[in-house]
């Protein structure tokens, strides 16, 4: 059996999992999650179409680099905010690559939420986006 060093106990790859504190960050647009179709758009339970935009904190700190998703939903508030904080827009169209490495500041909660499994569970939401100049 081989071992690979990485540079990281198992407690700080864990630590990746846990949510961030709630407050205001500088983060960085990522890329969008993309299914294992390719594509970067995922059903709503109400049947609409999301995007999944992955964020690093750029902030200072012991969050810096800590991930984060926000979901767009097609046609509401959450996606419009979005599009305006990011230039991902290309006519009627979303480039998925334009924005990579645009920062943008957001405003970061905890919430508590039931897991797939039944247990309880604590998870960051971002509920503001603004862009950066």
């Known amino acids: 059996m081989a071992i690979f060093t990485i540079g990281m106990t198992q407690e700080q790859v864990i630590a990746a999992l846990e949510p961030i504190i709630p407050d205001h960050y500088r983060i960085r647009f990522e890329g969008f999650l993309k299914g294992l179709d390719g594509s970067i758009f ?33 046609g509401q508030f959450s996606f419009a905010n979005l599009a305006k904080a990011l230039p991902i827009m290309t006519g009627s169209g979303i480039d998925d690559e334009a924005a990579i490495g645009t920062e943008c500041e957001a405003d970061v909660t905890l919430e508590e939420y039931t897991d797939r499994d039944g247990n309880e569970a604590k998870g960051n939401k971002i509920k503001k986006l603004k862009g950066v100049m």
Not at 47 to 69: D, I, P, Q, Y
């Open 42 to 74: 995922f059903s709503t339970q109400a049947g609409g179409k999301m995007v999944k935009a992955r964020f690093s904190v750029v902030s200072n700190g012991t969050e810096h680099g800590k991930s984060l998703v926000y979901l767009g939903v097609i």
